[in-house]
Antibody, heavy 122, light 111 residues
Framework: QITLKESGPTLVKPTETLTLTCSFS??????????VGWIRQPPGKALEWLAL???????RYIPSLKSRLIITKDTSKHQVVLTVTNMDPVDTATYFC??????????????WGQGTLVTVSS | QSVLTQPPSVSGAPGQRVTISCTGS?????????VHWYQQLPGTAPKLLIY???NRPSGVPDRFSGSKSATSASLAITGLQAEDEADYYC???????????FGGGTKLTVL
């Protein structure tokens, strides 16, 4: 059974850096084809994919935010970390950690963490 | 403005059939990338409902089905139940944006 859980601050100030940790179990991030990603959802709005890290350490970022995002993994700790720099109130959202499977770019997000709400406010 | 277009809302009475459309373009659905569907119950994380256009993960009732053609996809729900009231999102990959993209979401109301 795959489980993922997000952890990190619930409140950050504008211009600060957000660091979120995804702790997972039930799979290995060294297995061919596996990826772990981050998706966010502003209150009352749609889902937005942010970043994905593959088993081979290849990384993908949403182009519009690429300069502000860093995704890393620690396979021994079964963790993936997302860093978002220069936070702004528009970044207020629930951030979800997801397990990704599938072929090439036609992949789905088949397991989700419960999400963590991050509010950006001074 | 989402890359994949969904109707904001649909509704149906218990037992009825409803469909939710997801319209893309030649850089995503029309380029052959698979469409996946997610169900988000109020206050919870999304759950994968349909993957690779037509496939149901284990545990998803066969009342839910997906289809894809040209630049669009559809989610059909038959035998509507009160517990189906949720937001539904389609998702694919866009080669022009080099990003995984979601539709704007459709709120299903069971009357």
């Amino acid at each position: 059974q795959i489980t993922l859980k997000e952890s990190g601050p619930t409140l950050v100030k504008p211009t600060e850096t957000l660091t979120l940790t995804c702790s997972f179990s039930g799979f290995s991030l060294t297995t061919d084809g596996v990826g772990v990603g981050w998706i966010r959802q502003p209150p009352g709005k749609a889902l937005e994919w942010l970043a994905l890290i593959y088993w081979d350490d290849d990384k993908r970022y949403i182009p519009s935010l690429k300069s502000r995002l860093i995704i890393t993994k620690d396979t021994s700790k079964h963790q993936v970390v997302l860093t978002v720099t220069n936070m702004d109130p528009v970044d207020t959202a629930t951030y979800f950690c997801v397990h990704s499977a599938g072929v090439g770019s036609s992949r789905q997000f088949d397991s989700w963490g419960q999400g963590t709400l991050v509010t950006v406010s001074s | 403005q989402s890359v994949l277009t969904q109707p904001p809302s649909v509704s149906g009475a218990p037992g009825q059939r409803v469909t939710i459309s997801c319209t893309g373009s030649s850089s995503n659905v029309g380029a052959g990338f698979d469409v996946h569907w997610y169900q988000q119950l109020p206050g919870t994380a999304p759950k994968l409902l349909i993957y690779a256009n037509t496939n149901r993960p284990s545990g998803v009732p066969d009342r839910f089905s997906g289809s894809k053609s040209a630049t669009s996809a559809s989610l059909a729900i038959t035998g509507l139940q009160a517990e189906d009231e949720a937001d539904y999102y389609c998702q694919s990959y866009d080669s022009r944006l080099s990003a995984w993209v979601f539709g704007g979401g459709t709120k299903l109301t069971v009357l």
